[in-house]
Structures are given as C-alpha cells and as structure tokens.
C-alpha cells in the first residue's frame, strides 16, 4: 500500500508540472527563433478572400448593437464581409433591436435569422454555416477563398484585427487563426485579475505552440477564423464547439495559429460564482471532446497527440491530481515523517487560503494577491472535477446562459 500511494503521490506531481511548468518551457524552447507564418496577404491584395461572420447570440440585448457596431468599424473590404446573426430563442429586446440596427444600416451585409427554438450555439452555428456556404456558392464565380470568422457577442474587434486574421490564409496550409482575447473592465477585487494572468499565459502557450509546429490547441472562441470548406457540422449537445472544429482541422493535417497581433477584449467576469459555473460548463465540453479524441493520447506518442496530452488533457484532470496528492499524502503521513509534515501544511494552507479570501471578499478588502491566487486555482480545478461529473451523467442539453461581465 505504501508503495501505491507513493506512485499515485508523485504520479499527480509530476502530471502537474508536467502541464503547468515542463510542457509550457519544452515549447518556449521549441519555438525559439521560429515564426508561425510568413506567408500572408497584403492590405490591398485583391486576393483576399470572402470572410463570413458566423455569430449565435441569446439574450444579449446589452450589447448586441454595440457589437454590430463594432464589426461595421472593421477594415476590411466592405463587399467582401458578410453577417450571419442567428438568436437561439431570445425573449429579451434582442430582435427588434437587431431589426432596427438594420433598418439603419441598409448597406450592411447582413443575415439576421430569428430562431423560434431554443437549442444552443452548436446548431445554430450550423445552420447559419450551411447559409453562408450556399449564398458563397451563387457568387463563387469571382468570390475566390472563403472563410468563417466565428465569434461572440461580448467580444469586441480592434480595427485591424480581422484583417490581421484573415491575411495568414495566404499560406494553404493554415487552417485556423486565433486572436489574442483581452480583457475589459478589471479590478482590484473580485477574481478578474487572477483569470486574466491565466488567460495571458495560455496566450503566450499558444503563441509558442503556433510558432514551434503549427499546433495551437483550442482558440478562445469568442474571435477566430477558419477555412469554410474545414468547417464540419458541430455535434448536438456540444459545449466546447470551438475545440471539437480546431481539433478536426488539426487531424486533417492543417496548421493551427493565434497572432498576438490580432486584439480582441471582451469584458471581464468578477464574481468568482459566474466563473465557476462558465468553468464547470466548458469543463463537462472538454471531457465530452477527450472521449471524441481520445484516441489521440493513447497513447500520446504522435506529435498532435503530445500537444493534447501535455496541454489539455492533463490540466483537465487537474482537480483530480490535487485531490490524489492530498489523499496519497495522508495516507504516506501514518508512517513517514517527511509526508505527515507536508500533508498538515498542504491541508493548514488550504484552509488559511480559503479563509483569508472569504474574510477580505466580506470585510470588502482587497485579498492579497498570492492569497487571491491560490483560491481561483482551487476554484477552478474544483470546477474541473465537478463539470467531469455533469459529463458523466450524460449532458442532454447544449444550452446556457451567458455569463455575466463587466
């Protein structure tokens, strides 16, 4: 017995450096003095080819008409871009406020479609995907390329960032483009801070994966762009759409790259309740995605199936390996004394964290920063193992509620 519990203590350890610290240094060493790209459009090229907007909203009368907005200010040329809105049953002002941006913006390219069923993303985006490939095919005589741009409502465009996308697609064999997500609105408290030093370190992950093989894995899905003929209907009841399209791109032997040029920000979440639920769902879809794919890590031994290993796999079963190494700990602390000191200081820590951050959010302080930290990296690898058993018990339904942000 004590033999397993020190194979399962420093198996979890090690699977844990392995994805947060040896995987991220072996890709920075990988892509060092490589570019992702070199062969791309130029502004004026007339080349360039068709972009089509694919974009599922439900409920987002906040910020639907700042969103549209935001995508008519794109550079890019004006009969080569074309909106395909589709509302997944939205009972809020959604429509009318859609059907007068257009009435206000008749030069718009746009394809407003007012589902009356409520079925989540996944179906919509196919079904505006199957519109736009059939309008492409009436102009394909002089349309040339076509894309999908595939994005959120909550998420808004610099200028040049579309453009900064699409000019990568010069090089056939790119088949996927990600942008570089920000965030909007951050604050001292709440939890925004802690999620946006996560998300800068997946950006520069990614980077690296883009630079060392072409393989960046997963975009942030609220901007992205890939090729339209790549696009494969989404499955039902999917909850991570974006992974299952880039995944299928990579296994079909196309490169998948972010371009840190190519800014993006949507505003930020705060309430540690809102990201759980957000981390809990994508959890439960990143699971369903491992069993799709799973074939790629066993085991991992090509290089798509390292990738997903070292970056997805490992960090999704993450809460698990915690929960191991406290566990395997207890149990090495009845006869060594080396465990029975580190396991009282992993379970005093633990609960000092959680404390100390529960009194500051009450006492309306700011937490300090490493406590701050800590808590969301518990939070969320909580997240993790709760959303593996929505998973489990079957996910019968691809809808949700969009999260709250700033």
């Known amino acids: 017995m004590w033999v397993l519990a020190q194979i399962i203590f420093w198996g979890s350890l090690a699977a844990l450096l392995h994805s947060y610290v040896i995987y991220p240094f072996l890709m920075r060493l990988f892509a060092r003095g490589k570019q992702a790209n070199a062969l791309v459009f130029a502004p004026t090229d007339p080349e360039l080819p068709v972009v089509s907007v694919l974009m599922s909203v439900h409920n987002e009368e906040r910020i639907i008409v700042k969103k549209l907005d935001n995508l008519q200010r794109v550079k890019y040329p004006g009969g080569k871009l074309h909106l395909y809105v589709g509302s997944d ?3 809020d002002g959604t429509h009318e406020l859609v059907a007068t941006w257009i009435a206000q913006n008749p030069s718009a390219n746009i394809h407003f479609v007012p589902f009356q069923e409520r079925r989540g993303k996944p179906p919509v985006i196919n079904d505006l995907a199957e519109l736009a490939l059939a309008d492409f095919e009436k102009r394909k005589p002089v ?4 894309l999908f741009l595939l994005t959120d409502a909550s998420v808004m465009l610099e200028p040049e960032t579309l453009f900064q996308l699409v000019r990568h697609f010069k090089n056939p064999k790119i088949g996927v483009v990600d942008a570089h997500m920000r965030s909007e609105g951050l604050r001292q408290e709440g939890i925004s801070r802690s999620e946006e030093r996560y998300l800068s370190g997946e950006v520069q992950l990614k980077h690296w994966e883009s630079q060392a093989w072409g393989m960046m894995i997963g975009p942030f899905g609220g901007c992205y762009a890939l090729r339209a003929d790549l696009f494969e209907p989404i499955p039902p009841r999917s909850l991570v759409d974006d992974f299952w399209l880039v995944f299928r791109v990579l296994e079909k032997g196309y490169s998948a790259i972010n371009d840190l040029e190519a800014q993006c920000f949507e505003g930020a979440t705060h309430r540690v309740a809102d990201e759980y639920r957000r981390k809990k769902r994508i959890a ?8 799709r794919f799973r074939q790629w890590v066993l085991p991992p031994t090509s ?6 290993f070292s970056h997805k796999v490992l960090r999704w079963f993450g809460g698990f390996f915690l929960l191991l190494i406290f566990l395997s700990a207890g149990v090495l602390a009845l006869q060594n004394q080396f465990f029975n000191r580190l396991f009282w200081l992993m379970a005093c820590g633990t609960a000092v964290v ?3 951050n529960f009194i500051q959010i009450k006492l309306q302080r700011e937490p300090w920063t490493l406590v701050k930290n800590l808590a969301y990296f518990l939070a969320m690898n909580l997240a993790l193992v709760d959303g593996f058993f929505k998973w ?3 996910i ?4 949700w509620q969009p999260t709250t942000r700033e």
């Open 392 to 394: 489990l018990r079957g």
């Open 354 to 356: 959680l404390a100390l």
């Open 396 to 399: 019968r339904e691809g809808t």
């Open 303 to 308: 290089r798509l199936g390292f990738v997903f």
């Open 284 to 291: 439960a879809g990143s699971f369903q995605n491992l069993a």
């Open 89 to 91: 049953q939205s009972d």
């Open 143 to 146: 349309a040339g390329q076509h």
